[in-house]
Each structure stands twice: as C-alpha cells, then as structure tokens.
C-alpha cells in the first residue's frame, strides 16, 4: 500500500467521521441508551437501578443519556428507523404524544415477571409505570403554623401575596389546573371554573413560576410561603435545610405516572425489556423509595416506609384511597388552548 | 496591473482560505434556516398543508404582537441602561492610570468568567423579598413592607442590563481608546467647556463604538431565554418563552417555526437601523 498524502487524508476523515458520528458505523452493536431525566432522576437510575440492570445481565454495557420528555420525541422522531435511544421515560401528558406518533413499542406483557404485580393504575401495556410522582401543598413551616389541608386553603386571605404557582408549560401546572376545576365542579373537559378561581387567587399571588423547579428557589428566598409541588422537589430541599413540608390535601395528592417505554424500531429490545424489568423489581424500588431518593414506588410488593409511609400511605390500599389520577388523553385535547388562555389571562 | 495573465492582482484575495468556514455555516446556520422556513410555511402541525396559516395567526393576534412589542421595548430599555451606566466606566477607563485600567477591565469582564445562570439566581437573592434590596431599605426605614422587585419588568430590565453589560462597556472603551486626545485639549483651549467637549467632539467620534455595544446589547437582551425567564417569571411572556412554549411543550413546531422567522426578521430590521446610524456617524466621525 502506498501511503500519498490523500489516502492519508481519506483516512483520517473517515476516522474522524466514525469518531464524531459513531451511529453511522456499528448501529448494532451500541449499547443500550436509556433516556432518564436529569437532575434527581438521573442521579438516582446511575446509582441504583443501573447497577442492579447491570448485575442481572452479565454487565451489559448501558448509557443513560438524560433529557427532557420532548426532545426524546424529537430525536426519535428524526429517526425513527434507526432510534439513537433504546428506553424512554415520560410524564403522562408526552407518553400518550410518543404513543400516539408511533414511537413506543408494546410492553411484552406475558413475558413480564413484575408486570402483574403492579398496582392497576400503574399497569400501562404501552409501558408501565415503575415510579409515581406526588403533587400536593408544600408549606414553609416557620411562615405557616397551622398545616393546610385543602386546596382551598391557597385562597386564604391570610395568604395575600404568599402563594406560589407554575404556568401550564409543566405537567404539575396542568395537572394542578385540572384540579383546582375539579374541586369546583369542572373536569379534564371543562377547566372553566378552575380559570375563575385563578381569577380569584390573582391577589394571593406572589410569583408564577416558568417552571416547577423556579419554585423551589423561590421559597428559598422567602418570596413565597405556600404553593402546590412535587414530593419529591420538596424533599430535596428539606435535605439541604430549607424550611418546608409536604401534605397531601384531603382532595388526594395528584399522582402522575412516570412511565417507561421500549423504543420502537430498538436495536437493543431485548435488553431494553430487561431494564424495564429491573425498574419493576420490588427491590429496586425499594431501595428507591428509601433516602435520599423518596421515590414513590408502584410494585404492590413493596412495603412503605420512611417519609412516604409517613406523609402520604402506609400501603397500596390508602395510595389508592390518597391518590388522585388524571386522565391526560382528555388534558392534552385541550392543553395548548388552555396554555394559551393561561398566557392571556394571568397577569399579576 | 494585470499586464500578464501569470502575474496575480495582489488587491484581489481567494476565497479559498474562507470555504471550510463557509461551508460549516452553510451545512449548519443555512440549511437549518432553510428548513425552518420550509416548516414555518405549512398550516398544519404534521406538515403535510402548505400555506400562510402560522404568519397570518401571529400578525393578526394582538396577544402574538403584544408579545413581540414587550419583547422589542425589553431590548431598548436594557439597551438604555446599559449604555447610560457603561458610558462612563469606558469614560473613565480612558482617564484613569493603568492599575485602575486593569481594575476596570476585570469588573467589566468578570460577568463574562460566571456562567448567566450563576449571575442571574445572583439577582434572584438581591431581588428577593428578602433580598439584600428590600433588607437595606426596611432596615433604613424606607419601606414597611418589602417592594416586589422579583417577576416584574424592573427587575428584569436591571438584571438583563448587568448580564449583558460587557457587550456595551467592551466597543465603547475601543472607540473611546481610538480617540486622540490631543482633541479634548485643542476643543477647550478653543474655549468650549467640559460638556460642550464631550457633546461636540467625544460623543460624536465614539459613534461607532455606541453603535456596536447597542446592537450587541439589544440582540443579547432579546433573547436572553434564561434570564427573562428565571427574573420575569411564568406570567410575563417574552418571544424566547413563547417560542419554546410551542416548540416544546404543545409541539406545535409550524407555529414556532413561524414565530422565530418572525422574531429573526423584527430584529434584524433593529440591527439594521442601528448599522445606518452607524454609517452615518462614519460619515460624520470622518468628516
């Protein structure tokens, strides 16, 4: 072989190209890439469900890449036959987006050790849900003597510019709306009365959040004292010493599933199923459920403790009782327009 | 010049050294840009209709408009401020010995070493209810209750005009640098006072330095997605908000496409008025 300058050249630049796209060269043989959240999600998979994947399959070789619900689907989307990701995780409202574009593959129930031993509202064929997320009232105990107990009690005067929201861009602003029209007699069909109420609540509040983890820092700087939020934020924070409580309200706590899918068109389904398998265990969620995770599991076989025994259900049976579920199919018919109401009519 | 077809016209350059950069724009700026045209131009969120159907939604919706003025006046108050406060610190860099020169330069690019995100949760505790502000003025007796600073346009405009403040204080110290100041001297032995000097001779000549910090400053201020939205809040909607809004989280790229053409076309018709100023004042420095 003679070495000239373009043979090197081609060389180099085919390397290099390997290098920066390693999709185009063994597409079958990448690990397997599960898509997690970032912050307290990913830091919780790397520590305790990856390792407990990784032991049950002779150390199978997995990336977690962690991103946003949506650009999950947008890069899905861009290639669908060849899906750079093998496991996704979605909050209700984008699972049925993914679902209904065609991008998750059926869970293969029958094969499934763990499937049947979820709770029902947790059993999801098109990918069942390992975790809960919580959504109730977060309190700064210091401020507020007496705990609230309803949602009602957001409209308090005596919580005149004390009261924080998120806008509708996060699945717990959405979920949040729908339930305030539910206490007023609306549904997921008709939010109206629950616009009228936030109508009402204008001189109460003191911050609309552009997402939820705004909140968290907002409370941290005293600018609010009462607002709804996620369990699981709350406990973080609780953790690094900022005064606040979490209750579930005597309407139920909302409880969104987290659910996890096998990417249609996967190279990897195998190893895939056997992740979702892992997160299903009564052991990972377990140990998920304990601190510093607090995650709230769905395996009818795990027994509650800690925290969550104590704040929100000793059992299976009293989270059925306590928890309130939503049903997003009929929330994202009508999301954008309400996003879009929401961007029109609140302005404090 | 050019006597022989050999010999090479040395005013004339070749593009050749410049084609990896273009085509690196062209495959990543262009091509994109294309595309987002392309989808920007149908009615429906699948793509499939082609029509007007976004730009017509957008320039008929006085909420769509009303976003888009906010976001054009946001620009031009963080714009103010920042030439207002950076003057004079590029002022004074020019008159100060070269210790205090270094001084300056650091402050001025100290922004620029923290990441927004840092700067901006840093104005979130001065802004806070609690915040240093607030504290300063109730323990002087000023205010009873503390003022809300936080989620408001003030304290969007005062946090953005501290972000973004080397963009301005950087040119201006450059064209106030370039200035001779041999002319000061000569204006005021001429016998005009310090302000009819600045007014007539320093002000005229940093033109082009004013020029360049304002338009830097303005396209930074407007699409500071980070800032506007950890100090503005979820209620107050500027054009980065709501084009992620519909991008991401109701999916409806079509409308968002639409809505950064839009957004791309409103300020690039500020730039360009601000690059006539500041060939004017070329015109007008030269002469």
Redo the contacts between chains.
């Keep these: 072989m003679i070495l000239n300058r373009r043979s090197l050249m081609t060389t180099a630049l085919t390397l290099g190209a390997m290098k920066a796209f390693p999709g185009l060269s063994f597409a079958q043989a990448r690990p397997l890439v599960f898509a997690t959240f970032t912050g307290s999600w990913e830091e919780a998979h790397k520590a305790v469900l990856v390792p407990a994947f990784r032991k049950a399959n002779a150390d199978a070789a997995i990336v977690l890449d962690p991103m ?1 619900s ?1 650009d999950q ?1 947008a890069k899905i989307n861009a290639a669908k036959a060849n899906p750079p990701i093998d496991v996704m995780l979605h909050d209700p409202g984008p699972a049925l ?1 993914a679902i209904g574009q065609d991008l998750a593959e059926p869970y293969p129930v029958e094969k499934s050790a763990h499937y049947k031993d979820l709770i029902a509202e947790a059993q999801e064929p098109m990918g069942p849900a390992p975790f809960f997320q919580v959504v109730g009232l977060t309190y700064n105990p210091e401020a507020i003597k007496t705990p609230p107990t309803s949602w009602a009690d957001l409209w308090k005067p005596e919580f005149k ?1 004390r009261v924080g929201i ?4 996060s699945t717990l ?1 959405t979920g949040w709306l729908v339930e305030i029209a539910k206490m007023r007699g609306g549904s997921e069909a008709n939010v109206d009365p629950g616009f009228k109420a936030l109508e009402e609540l204008k001189p109460n509040l ?6 939820p983890g ?1 909140l968290a ?1 907002l409370f941290q ?3 609010i004292d009462i607002s709804p939020g996620n369990f699981n934020a709350i406990q973080i924070l609780k953790a690094r010493g900022v005064p606040v409580e979490f209750v579930a309200p005597k309407e139920g706590a909302i409880a969104f599933k987290t659910t996890i899918h096998i990417v249609k068109n996967s190279p990897n389904r195998e190893l895939a199923f056997k992740l979702i398998e892992a997160a299903l265990t009564p052991e990972v969620q377990t140990t998920l459920m304990n601190p510093p995770y607090l995650i709230v599991p769905t395996n009818s076989k795990v027994t509650m403790g800690g925290e969550i025994a104590r704040v929100l259900a000793k059992d299976t049976a009293e989270l059925k009782q306590k928890f309130v579920f939503q049903d997003w199919k009929k929330i994202n018919e009508q ?2 327009a309400w ?2 109401r929401f ?2 009519e ?3 | 010049m050019g006597a022989a077809p050999a010999s090479r016209d040395v005013t004339s350059y070749g593009m050749g050294l410049a084609a990896p950069l273009a085509l690196f724009f062209l495959l990543f700026f262009v091509a994109p840009l294309l595309q987002l045209l392309w989808l920007s131009l149908h009615n429906d969120t699948a793509g499939l209709h082609w029509g007007l159907g976004q730009y017509l939604h957008f320039l008929t919706d006085p909420f769509s408009l009303g976003v888009l003025g906010s976001t054009l006046l946001l620009g031009a108050e963080v714009t103010a401020v920042c030439l207002l406060l950076g003057f004079p610190i590029a002022w004074l860099y020019q008159r100060v010995g070269p210790k205090l020169q270094t001084i300056i330069i650091l402050i001025v690019l100290l922004p620029l070493l923290t990441s927004v995100v840092v700067r901006t949760f840093a104005w979130i505790v001065i802004l806070g209810r609690q915040g240093i502000v607030n504290a300063t003025l109730q323990s002087l007796g000023i205010i009873d209750t503390p003022l809300k600073l936080l989620y408001t346009q003030f304290g969007v405009v005062i946090a953005l005009a501290q972000v973004q403040m080397p963009l301005m204080t950087l040119p201006l110290i450059t064209a106030l640098g370039r200035i001779d100041p041999n002319l000061d001297d000569a204006s005021c032995s001429l016998g005009a006072g310090s302000w009819r000097t600045f007014f007539r001779i320093v002000l005229p000549l940093s033109l082009p330095g004013v020029i360049a910090g304002c338009t830097l400053t303005y396209a930074a201020a407007i699409t500071a997605f980070i800032t506007q939205s950890l100090i503005g809040g979820g209620q107050m909607l500027f054009m980065p908000m709501y084009l992620y809004q519909q991008a991401s989280t109701l999916q409806n790229w079509p409308f968002a496409a639409a809505i950064s053409i839009i957004f791309l076309l409103a300020v690039l018709a500020v730039v360009s008025v601000f690059t006539t100023l500041g060939r004017l004042s070329r015109g007008y420095g030269g002469a």
């Design positions: 946003l949506v689907i987006v510019g998120t806008n509708l861009n602003g003191a911050a609309v959040a552009a997402n705004a820092t700087q005293g600018q999301r954008s996003i879009e961007n029109r609140i302005k404090i």
